[in-house]
C-alpha cells in the first residue's frame, strides 16, 4: 500500500515537470522504475518522425510505454526522394498505431501526411474521446466522416492535392450517406480551421449546414468557400461566430467581410493578415454592429488613416488592437485611435511599423492616452531609440508583458526604465535586441518585483542573472 501511495506521490511530482527533454534524462538516469513512472504519468507528446520504415515499429514499441497520452502531435520530416504513395502508405501506418496504442487521446495534431478517410473511420473507432483533430486530406475532399466524432469540439483541416474520390466513395456507401447531398448533420464542433480551399471544392455545403455551433472560424490561403451551392450554407453558418481569422485569402476577404457585417451581431475577434481591399475593410468598419473587442491586422498596403479613423469611431469597446507591418499609416490615424480607445485599451501591437520610428513624439503620446494598457508589443521596430521608448514607457505602469524583440537601437538605458516606470511586469522579451548586453540584462531580473518570464539569447545570461532567476522562479527562455 505504500508502495502504491509512493508510486502516485512520484507521478503527481513528474506531471508538474517542465516540458523540456533535459526532465525526462535526468529522470530516466535515476531507476528504471521512475522512468517506467515518468512515461506512465505523461499526458502530452510531440514527436517529429523521419519516413522510413523503421519508424513504425519503433513508433508502436514507443507509445505503448506511454498509456496515459491525452495529447499526441506528430510531425513528419521532409524527404524528397519519397514518393507521394509511398507517404501516404506511410501516413496511414503511422494513424493505425496511433489509434491502436492512444485510445485515450483527446487532442491529436497529425501532420505526418495527408490520410485516407477509411483510416480516419478506424480512428473513430478507437479513440471515442477526441475534442481535437488536425490532419492533412487529399483533394477532391469529403467531410461526412465528422459525424463518426460525436464529441469533436475542434476541427483543423489542410487540404492536399491527390486521389482521394475512391476512399470517399467506399465510405458513403458503408455509411448508407452515398448519394445522399442533403443528409444533414448537427455537429457538436465550435472551432473549424481550413487551409487550401478552392472556389470548385465540394462538399462544404454539407459542413457549412452541420456546423450550427460554431464559434470560430480560421481560413487560410483559401480561394472559396466551396462550390456554388456551398455559398448560402456559409452565410447562414457565420451568424453564431465569435471569433474570425482571414490569413491570405485575398480573393474572398472582401466578400466575406460583407456577410459578417450584414449577418454577424456576435463577433468579438477579428484578424485579417494579407488580404482584402481598402474599401472592403472600410464598409466592414462602418457597417459591422458587433460589439468587437479583437482586431489583428497585418495589411501592408491596404490599411490607411481612414480605417483607424473608423474604427475609433465605431468599435470603441475594443481591449486590443493589433498592427503588423502597416505601412501607409500615420501618426495622426494611431493618435486619434489612442484618444477614442484612452479608457479601455489594454493591449496595443505596433510590430514592424514604420511610423513608431518615422514620427517623434508619437509614443509618448499614446502612452499618456493609455494609460491601462497591460500587454505593449513594439517588436522588430529596428530604429526604435531609448529617448521614444521611454516616452513612453512613463506613462504606462500597468503593463505586464512588454514585447519588444528585434528592437536593435535600443540600450541598457530602456531596461532601467523598465523595471522602474513598470512594476508589474512579468513577462518580457529582449531577444535580437543586439544594443541590449548581459549587465542590463542582469539588472531587469534582479530589479522586477513580478518577473515570470524572460526571453533573451543565452550569451547575454551571466551566472549572476541565471541565479537569481532560478532563486526568484523565473522562467528564462533562450
Not at 490532419?135 to 469540439?153: A, C
Not at 472560424?217 to 480561394?223: A, G, I, T, V, W
Amino acid at each position: 500500500m505504500d508502495h502504491m501511495l509512493c508510486d502516485e506521490l512520484i507521478e503527481e511530482i513528474f506531471q508538474r515537470l517542465p516540458p523540456i527533454p533535459s526532465s525526462s534524462l535526468s529522470v530516466s538516469l535515476v531507476s528504471k522504475r521512475w522512468l517506467h513512472l515518468y512515461r506512465t504519468s505523461k499526458t502530452f507528446l510531440s514527436l517529429r518522425l523521419s519516413p522510413h520504415n523503421s519508424t513504425i515499429p519503433s513508433l508502436a514499441s514507443f507509445l505503448s510505454h506511454y498509456p496515459s497520452l491525452l495529447s499526441l502531435s506528430l510531425l513528419l520530416s521532409s524527404d524528397p526522394t519519397i514518393t507521394i504513395t509511398s507517404a501516404t502508405t506511410f501516413s496511414e501506418h503511422l494513424l493505425l498505431i496511433v489509434s491502436t496504442f492512444c485510445s485515450k487521446l483527446q487532442t491529436l495534431r497529425f501532420m505526418a501526411g495527408p490520410v485516407s478517410v477509411s483510416s480516419l473511420n478506424s480512428l473513430s473507432l478507437n479513440c471515442t474521446h477526441l475534442t481535437s483533430l488536425c490532419i492533412n486530406l487529399f483533394r477532391p475532399i469529403f467531410f461526412m466522416w465528422v459525424v463518426k466524432f460525436p464529441v469533436l469540439k475542434e476541427l483543423s483541416i489542410f487540404v492536399s492535392s491527390g486521389d482521394g474520390v475512391e476512399q470517399a466513395t467506399e465510405f458513403e456507401k458503408e455509411n448508407g450517406l452515398w448519394g445522399n447531398e442533403d443528409f444533414d448533420a448537427e455537429l457538436g464542433l465550435e472551432s473549424l480551421c481550413l487551409s487550401g480551399i478552392r472556389a470548385d471544392d465540394w462538399g462544404l455545403g454539407w459542413l457549412w449546414r452541420s456546423c450550427k455551433k460554431l464559434k470560430k472560424l480560421q481560413l487560410k490561403s483559401c480561394e472559396g468557400v466551396g462550390d456554388g451551392g456551398s455559398f448560402l450554407s456559409f452565410v447562414r453558418c457565420l451568424q453564431g461566430l465569435e471569433e474570425v481569422e482571414l490569413r491570405t485569402c485575398r480573393s474572398i476577404v472582401d466578400g466575406v467581410l460583407l456577410k459578417l457585417a450584414e449577418n454577424c451581431s456576435s463577433l468579438s475577434s477579428l484578424l485579417v493578415y494579407d488580404g482584402g481591399s481598402r474599401e472592403g475593410l472600410l464598409r466592414f468598419i462602418t457597417q459591422c454592429n458587433c460589439n468587437l473587442q479583437k482586431l489583428d491586422l497585418r495589411l501592408p498596403l491596404d490599411l490607411h488613416n481612414d480605417h483607424l479613423t473608423a474604427v475609433a469611431l465605431n468599435f470603441r469597446g475594443l481591449s486590443s488592437i493589433r498592427l503588423q507591418s502597416c505601412c501607409l499609416v500615420t501618426g495622426e490615424g494611431l493618435k486619434a485611435l489612442g484618444i477614442a480607445m484612452s479608457s479601455g485599451l489594454e493591449e496595443l501591437a505596433l510590430i514592424n511599423c514604420d511610423v513608431v520610428e518615422r514620427e517623434q513624439g508619437l509614443l509618448a503620446t499614446l502612452g499618456q492616452n493609455l494609460r491601462q494598457l497591460r500587454k505593449l508589443d513594439l517588436s522588430y521596430n529596428e530604429m526604435l531609440l531609448d529617448k521614444e521608448f521611454i516616452s513612453m514607457l512613463v506613462s504606462c505602469n500597468c503593463l505586464v508583458d512588454l514585447r519588444l524583440r528585434g528592437c536593435k537601437g535600443l540600450t541598457k538605458a530602456a531596461l532601467v526604465s523598465m523595471f522602474k516606470s513598470c512594476k508589474r511586469l512579468e513577462n518580457v522579451d529582449i531577444m535580437h535586441c543586439c544594443g541590449i548586453e548581459a549587465e542590463a540584462v542582469e539588472l531587469l531580473v534582479l530589479n522586477s518585483p513580478q518577473l515570470r518570464q524572460v526571453q533573451v539569447e543565452e550569451s547575454k545570461l551571466s551566472d549572476v542573472a541565471r541565479t537569481w532567476a532560478s532563486n526568484k522562479l523565473i522562467e528564462v527562455v533562450v
